[in-house]
């Protein structure tokens, strides 16, 4: 795994100009979900020049897009229904429970996107892309706080079982439908 480094999207334009990236940009594929490939071909660039969103591209020792994954930060609200004391404990750590609503409004980390290029998708594993994930975001926070992370999924037993691994953690806290999608997304959540 030492063979690869995530690197900001925006170091990269400084490092080698953009239209390098948009070349290295287009050779990423994702037939599983298109709207992955669309966001690295489409929007990565551009939401990282906005500040929306930075892209980190997983690139290999010969420049090659292994992978990529996307962060912003976003506020989240959080019922408190159901939630465990252990879990209610760790929460108000980061926020104060709104009593009339019965819920938490939560500043996070959002893993706004996270895949792996078609092309080269056995040289890193899920896992591997999740801990280069979580350790810029463990870099962020000594820098400036936090300490909840969260990102939606489709709902496919094959990837919340992935984020709920013993590895990963994530926990489901609620779920969103989008009219646009006409899809219901799993929202899921971490404490680190």
Same mark, same amino acid.
């Given at each position: 795994?030492?063979?690869?480094?995530?690197?900001?999207?925006?170091?990269?334009?400084? *490092?080698?100009?953009?239209? &390098? $990236?948009?070349?290295?940009?287009?050779?990423? /594929?994702?037939?599983?979900?298109?709207? #992955? =490939?669309?966001?690295?071909?489409?929007?990565?660039?551009?939401?990282?020049?906005?500040?929306?969103?930075?892209?980190?591209?997983?690139?290999?020792?010969?420049?090659?897009?292994?992978?990529?994954? *996307?962060?912003?930060?976003? &506020? $989240?609200?959080?019922?408190?229904?159901?939630? /465990?004391?252990?879990?209610?404990?760790? #929460? =108000?750590?980061?926020?104060?429970?709104?009593?009339?609503?019965?819920?938490?409004?939560?500043?996070?980390?959002?893993?706004?996107?996270?895949?792996?290029?078609?092309?080269?998708?056995?040289?890193?594993?899920?896992?591997?892309?999740?801990?280069?994930?979580?350790?810029?975001?463990?870099?962020?926070?000594?820098?400036?706080?936090?300490?909840?992370?969260?990102?939606?999924?489709?709902?496919?037993?094959?990837?919340?079982?992935?984020?709920?691994?013993?590895?990963?953690?994530?926990?489901?806290?609620?779920?969103?439908?989008?009219?646009?999608?006409?899809?219901?997304?799993?929202?899921?959540?971490?404490?680190?």
């Amino acid at each position: 795994m030492s063979q690869y480094n995530a690197v900001n999207i925006l170091d990269m334009v400084d *490092a080698i100009g953009e239209d &390098a $990236v948009k070349n290295i940009l287009s050779d990423f /594929s994702c037939h599983k979900n298109f709207e #992955i =490939e669309n966001y690295v071909k489409k929007n990565a660039l551009e939401f990282a020049k906005r500040k929306m969103s930075i892209t980190y591209l997983v690139v290999d020792e010969e420049g090659n897009l292994v992978a990529f994954f *996307a962060l912003t930060h976003k &506020a $989240v609200q959080l019922t408190n229904e159901g939630l /465990s004391g252990s879990m209610r404990k760790k #929460i =108000e750590r980061h926020a104060k429970l709104d009593e009339q609503s019965n819920t938490y409004m939560l500043s996070a980390f959002l893993i706004a996107q996270f895949g792996k290029n078609d092309r080269y998708k056995e040289k890193v594993t899920g896992n591997e892309l999740m801990d280069m994930t979580m350790n810029i975001l463990v870099a962020v926070q000594r820098e400036i706080g936090g300490g909840v992370v969260y990102l939606e999924c489709e709902e496919r037993p094959q990837l919340l079982s992935f984020y709920e691994n013993e590895k990963n953690r994530f926990r489901v806290f609620g779920e969103r439908y989008s009219d646009k999608d006409q899809m219901k997304y799993i929202q899921l959540l971490r404490l680190f």
